[in-house]
């Protein structure tokens, strides 16, 4: 923040945490500015979607700075009209997230006629002399409201915070003019960050998918551009090298999708459970949340354990992670949702079946045997019908070693890219909590457009 000036003088707020203020601000709790409620406590049951329909809105469906209505369940109208006695949202509102990913608040900017559940509802939209709704929606997103939430909000499996938390969060306030000033400044800041990060996300996107390219063509085509071609006998797999075989995947790999456990088979200690949170990089993370009985695994499900050399997938079509067995995860039980694979016969090494499964070869089939499917995750039924080109042992070898240098540079062209990004969120926030708790004077900022005007005007 070394660029922006500090106001002249500061003064102790008095709370611990927010340190010291310019001289003429204050610290106030929000319930002294505005109403601030929360949706239904019920959960009113959901019906289809048509004319006479409201969605109800939940946490899930607040993202990404604006509020979701594709998605989102409907109600009856009976349901509606009982549920907005207490929290009728209008334009100008903020909601946000009670439970689960806390806080991402949202102004509400169109006339909506929504329910809303598990939402906190700030009612800026009443007429208030003392309180900017741009200036409060970027207090909620700052790091000393996220303190206040971390000081107050309740633990568990999902975080929560309670109305009381947020009726009585610690706001620093200066005059209302002040906040429309520190908005505009934050609107114009925040949107060039964001512009950035944007291009950063595109070229992850774009990188993503040259290395799904490079992978794609060594396992159906090979590293030879000049071998002999032949008709794989496949529509949609067209040719492959002459020599190659084209064989069921169900022929060569092992797969097995994880058992259904109930919730009571939870346990704090025992035989780790992998879920999907422990498949998000190369190795298995042995972070694990949930345990089985010995005893009930020894039974039940002694032969789902996972063993070095095995490699994990979900079943989630979107997620092309690949994750292997180390010694720090032997013997660990997969949940439903996730699938084991290993080579079945001598013909076609593990690392090979990881090329594989990142393919558009793979995804492709998925897409195919899909058809007509609203369902968006594939199992053992998929896999049993695809098909795979697969080349003798020795060549495999070199093409998993060739695929990892050409795919290396890549790699780390995307970890620089995702750095930037979280370099830049840092930098916005710490932006936001600047401004909002005055620690940069920002009164006499003009947008750039407005400040050449002026400039012009003044010669």
Same mark, same amino acid.
């Given at each position: 923040?070394?660029?922006?000036?500090?106001?002249?003088?500061?003064?102790?707020?008095?709370?611990?945490?927010?340190?010291?203020?310019?001289?003429?601000?204050?610290?106030?709790?929000?319930?002294?500015?505005?109403?601030?409620?929360?949706?239904?406590?019920?959960?009113?049951?959901?019906?289809?979607?048509?004319?006479?329909?409201?969605?109800?809105?939940?946490?899930?469906?607040?993202?990404?700075?604006?509020?979701?209505?594709?998605?989102?369940?409907?109600?009856?109208?009976?349901?509606?009209?009982?549920?907005?006695?207490?929290?009728?949202?209008?334009?100008?509102?903020?909601? %946000?997230?009670? *439970?689960?990913?806390?806080?991402?608040?949202?102004?509400?900017?169109?006339?909506?006629?929504?329910?809303?559940?598990?939402?906190?509802?700030?009612?800026?939209?009443?007429?208030?002399?003392?309180?900017?709704?741009?200036?409060?929606?970027?207090?909620?997103?700052?790091?000393?409201?996220? %303190?206040?939430?971390?000081?107050?909000?309740?633990?568990?499996?999902?975080?929560?915070?309670?109305?009381?938390?947020?009726?009585?969060?610690?706001?620093?306030?200066?005059?209302?003019?002040?906040?429309?000033?520190?908005?505009?400044?934050?609107?114009?800041?925040?949107?060039?960050?964001?512009?950035? &990060?944007?291009?950063?996300?595109?070229?992850?996107?774009?990188?993503?998918?040259?290395?799904?390219?490079? *992978?794609?063509?060594?396992?159906?085509?090979?590293?030879?551009?000049?071998?002999? %071609?032949?008709?794989?006998?496949?529509?949609?797999?067209?040719?492959?090298?002459?020599?190659?075989?084209?064989?069921?995947?169900? @022929?060569? $790999?092992? @797969?097995?999708?994880?058992?259904? $456990?109930?919730?009571?088979?939870?346990?704090?200690?025992?035989?780790?459970?992998?879920?999907?949170?422990?498949?998000?990089?190369?190795?298995?993370?042995?972070?694990?949340?949930?345990?089985?009985?010995?005893?009930?695994?020894?039974?039940?499900?002694?032969?789902?354990?996972?063993?070095?050399?095995?490699?994990?997938?979900?079943?989630?079509?979107?997620?092309?992670?690949?994750?292997?067995?180390?010694?720090?995860?032997?013997?660990?039980?997969?949940?439903?949702?996730?699938?084991?694979?290993?080579?079945?016969?001598?013909?076609?090494?593990?690392?090979?079946?990881?090329?594989?499964?990142?393919?558009?070869?793979?995804?492709?089939?998925?897409?195919?045997?899909?058809?007509?499917?609203?369902?968006?995750?594939?199992?053992?039924?998929?896999?049993?019908?695809? @098909?795979?080109?697969?080349?003798?042992?020795?060549?495999?070898?070199?093409?998993?070693?060739?695929?990892?240098?050409?795919?290396?540079?890549?790699?780390?062209? &995307?970890?620089?890219?995702?750095?930037? $990004?979280?370099? %830049?969120?840092?930098?916005?926030?710490?932006? &936001?909590?600047?401004?909002?708790?005055?620690? &940069?004077?920002?009164?006499?900022?003009?947008?750039?457009?407005?400040?050449?005007?002026?400039?012009?005007?003044?010669?």
């Amino acid at each position: 923040m070394a660029k922006y000036q500090a106001y002249a003088e500061y003064k102790d707020s008095g709370v611990e945490w927010l340190g010291d203020l310019p001289s003429h601000w204050h610290t106030v709790s929000l319930k002294m500015l505005i109403d601030v409620r929360d949706g239904t406590h019920d959960t009113p049951s959901y019906v289809e979607s048509n004319s006479n329909t409201y969605p109800l809105v939940t946490s899930k469906d607040v993202t990404g700075g604006r509020v979701d209505l594709v998605d989102c369940k409907h109600i009856s109208e009976a349901d509606y009209l009982n549920i907005i006695k207490r929290s009728e949202v209008a334009k100008g509102d903020i909601l %946000m997230p009670m *439970i689960g990913t806390v806080g991402s608040p949202v102004l509400v900017e169109d006339n909506f006629e929504i329910a809303i559940k598990n939402l906190a509802l700030f009612k800026t939209s009443i007429s208030n002399e003392k309180l900017d709704s741009k200036f409060l929606l970027y207090f909620l997103n700052s790091s000393e409201c996220e %303190m206040q939430f971390s000081l107050e909000g309740k633990g568990g499996v999902q975080n929560f915070v309670s109305l009381g938390t947020l009726r009585n969060l610690i706001l620093p306030l200066t005059k209302i003019y002040e906040q429309s000033q520190i908005a505009n400044f934050l609107d114009h800041e925040t949107a060039k960050i964001d512009t950035l &990060i944007a291009k950063q996300e595109k070229l992850i996107e774009l990188l993503k998918e040259k290395r799904q390219a490079v *992978i794609s063509h060594a396992v159906t085509k090979g590293l030879n551009p000049n071998v002999p %071609m032949k008709d794989s006998g496949v529509a949609w797999l067209g040719e492959v090298p002459e020599h190659w075989e084209v064989t069921r995947f169900a @022929y060569q $790999i092992f @797969y097995q999708e994880g058992p259904g $456990i109930l919730a009571v088979d939870f346990h704090e200690t025992g035989i780790p459970l992998l879920r999907i949170q422990n498949v998000k990089s190369d190795f298995v993370s042995n972070d694990y949340k949930t345990y089985l009985l010995p005893s009930k695994v020894l039974s039940k499900w002694d032969h789902y354990r996972v063993e070095k050399g095995d490699l994990i997938i979900s079943c989630s079509a979107s997620t092309g992670l690949v994750s292997e067995v180390d010694e720090s995860t032997v013997g660990a039980i997969p949940y439903t949702g996730l699938i084991r694979l290993k080579p079945r016969t001598r013909k076609i090494i593990s690392q090979y079946i990881k090329l594989l499964v990142q393919s558009d070869l793979f995804f492709e089939q998925i897409e195919v045997l899909q058809t007509g499917s609203t369902i968006q995750h594939f199992g053992p039924f998929h896999l049993q019908q695809m @098909y795979i080109s697969l080349p003798p042992n020795e060549e495999q070898e070199v093409i998993c070693l060739e695929v990892k240098n050409r795919v290396r540079d890549i790699e780390n062209l &995307i970890l620089k890219a995702e750095s930037a $990004i979280q370099l %830049m969120q840092e930098r916005r926030t710490a932006l &936001i909590s600047a401004a909002v708790t005055g620690k &940069i004077d920002v009164r006499n900022w003009q947008a750039p457009m407005l400040a050449e005007a002026d400039t012009e005007l003044s010669a």
